[in-house]
C-alpha cells in the first residue's frame, strides 16, 4: 500500500485522494486512525532526517490496516519526538524575526506544550489503534517543528558574501573614487552614483561596504563602495541533518550576522551601521527557491539586504588613510557568527507541512 502526503491534510492511497482534517480531536475521532498514525510516522522521519538524527528502524515500516502499530511503536515515536524538539527554532518568537533582538531559540518541549496550549504529553494507552487525542498532539508537536537555525562553524559550512570582482553572480557596487573638498561633497557624489555591475577591482574580495579617506592637497581623496547583491554559500556536508537526509529539501532562508567583540578598528560594523551591537544577529538575507541536497555545495546568488544599502556611509576616518569595512564572512579580529534559519515548510521541503 503506497501512501503519499503532499501536505497534512492531503494524501493519496494507492492514488486514491483522502483528506485528514487535524482541527480537533473530535475531528480525528472516528476516521481512519490508521492512516493519522502513518502521517505522524512520515512527519517524524522527514524531521528526524533535517535534524541529524538515525530515526528508529522499527519506523521505517509503514502503517496500514492491515499492519498496524504494536503497542511498543507508541513509546519509539515518542522518544524519536523528544530528540526531534530541541534542534528546532521557536518560529512564534518575535514572530519569526529576530533581526536586532536575540538569537533565535530553540523549542524546549515546555515551550512547545505552552504554544499548543497543552498542559502535558499524551502517551498511547494499550490499544493497537491509537486514540485521536494521541494522534492530534503529535501532529501539533510536528507542525511546530519547521524551522532549523543551522550555525555557520566558519567558512565550511555557511557563508553570506559579495564578491565584485565575479561578474557570474551579478553583484554590484555603488562607489565614488574621487577628490572632494570636504564630507559634503563626497556625501552628494555618494548620492548622485549610480549602482554598477563590478566595478573597479579596488574591493576587497568579500567585503560589503568601505570607505578610504586620505587627506591630500586642497581636501581629501575618497574611496566608498557598498555592494548590492550577496552571495549565499552553504556546504550541507556539514550541517546536522543534511548529512543523513535521504533527499533534497527545498528551503527558504532567512541569512543572519552576529557581530563580534571586534578589537581591530579596521573591522567595526560601527562605521557603517551605529546600530549594530556585538553579539546581536542581524539578518542579512532572506531568500526562498534554495535546494539543499545532500553532500553538495550549494553557491546562490541573492539579493540581500546587508544594512541600509541605499544610504551613504557614516562614521568614516578622518582623513588617516586606514580602510573601514565591514563584511559577511567569518573571522576576522573577535570573530563573527553567521547563521541561517532555514525553513522547510514551504513547497519541495516537508511533504508534511
Not at 505552552?114 to 507542525?143: E, K, M, N, V
Not at 557581530?259 to 581591530?264: E, K, N
Not at 540581500?304 to 556611509?313: C, D, I, K, R, V
Amino acid at each position: 500500500m503506497a501512501v503519499t502526503f503532499t501536505s497534512w491534510q492531503d494524501c493519496t492511497v494507492d492514488g486514491v485522494p483522502h483528506t485528514l482534517d487535524w482541527s480537533s480531536d473530535a475531528a480525528v475521532r472516528g476516521r481512519l486512525l490508521w492512516l493519522y498514525a502513518e502521517a505522524i510516522r512520515q512527519a517524524v522521519l522527514e524531521r528526524s532526517h533535517v535534524a541529524g538524527a538515525i530515526a528508529f528502524p522499527r519506523l521505517d515500516s509503514e502503517i496500514s490496516p492491515d499492519r498496524l502499530p504494536e503497542v511498543y511503536w507508541y513509546n519509539v515515536v515518542q522518544q524519536e519526538v523528544d530528540y526531534i524538539i530541541p534542534w528546532y527554532v521557536n518560529y512564534l518568537d518575535n514572530a519569526g524575526d529576530w533581526h536586532g533582538k536575540t538569537r533565535p531559540p530553540m523549542w524546549s518541549e515546555a515551550t512547545l506544550l505552552t504554544a499548543i496550549g497543552a498542559a502535558s504529553r499524551l502517551t498511547q494507552g494499550a490499544d493497537r489503534l491509537p486514540s485521536a487525542a494521541w494522534c492530534r498532539q503529535q501532529y501539533q508537536i510536528l507542525d511546530a517543528c519547521r524551522w532549523i537555525r543551522e550555525d555557520g562553524f566558519g567558512a565550511s559550512a555557511l557563508r553570506f558574501f559579495t564578491t565584485v570582482q565575479d561578474a557570474t553572480h551579478g553583484h554590484y557596487i555603488r562607489g565614488v573614487d574621487g577628490d572632494y573638498a570636504d564630507d559634503a561633497a563626497f556625501l552628494a557624489a555618494w548620492a548622485a552614483a549610480p549602482w554598477s555591475e563590478v566595478g573597479s577591482g579596488t574591493m576587497d574580495a568579500y567585503p560589503n561596504a568601505f570607505v578610504d579617506k586620505t587627506a591630500v592637497p586642497g581636501g581629501f581623496h575618497y574611496q566608498a563602495g557598498r555592494g548590492r547583491n550577496l552571495t549565499f554559500w552553504a556546504n550541507p556536508t556539514y550541517w546536522n541533518g543534511l548529512a543523513v537526509a535521504t533527499r533534497s529539501y527545498a528551503v527558504s532562508i532567512d541569512g543572519y550576522v552576529e557581530p563580534g567583540p571586534y578589537t581591530d578598528p579596521v573591522w567595526q560594523p560601527d562605521d557603517f551601521d551605529p546600530a549594530w551591537t556585538a553579539g546581536v544577529p542581524y539578518r542579512v538575507v532572506t531568500a526562498a527557491g534554495i535546494t539543499l541536497t545532500p553532500g553538495v555545495t550549494t553557491v546562490q546568488a541573492l539579493a540581500g539586504t546587508f544594512g541600509n544599502h541605499a544610504a551613504a556611509p557614516v562614521g568614516y576616518s578622518t582623513g588617516d588613510g586606514q580602510r573601514r569595512t565591514w563584511s559577511t564572512n567569518t573571522g576576522g579580529p573577535g570573530g563573527r557568527q553567521n547563521y541561517a534559519v532555514v525553513k522547510y515548510n514551504v513547497a519541495g521541503g516537508f511533504s508534511l507541512r
